[in-house]
C-alpha cells in the first residue's frame, strides 16, 4: 500500500502527458466533421 500513491502520481502524470498530446488530436476529430 506504501507504493500506491507513486504508482498514482505516475498514472496521473501519463494521464496528464497523454490528454495534452492527444488535446490537438481531439480538436482536429471536433472540428473535421464541421470542415467537412
Known amino acids: 500500500m506504501v507504493e500506491q500513491p507513486k504508482y498514482l502520481e505516475m ?4 494521464l496528464k ?8 488530436n481531439v480538436l482536429l ?5 464541421k470542415g467537412d
Open 11 to 14: 498514472t496521473l502524470s501519463q
Open 17 to 24: 502527458s497523454y490528454v495534452e498530446s492527444s488535446e490537438s
Open 29 to 33: 476529430v471536433v472540428e473535421f466533421p
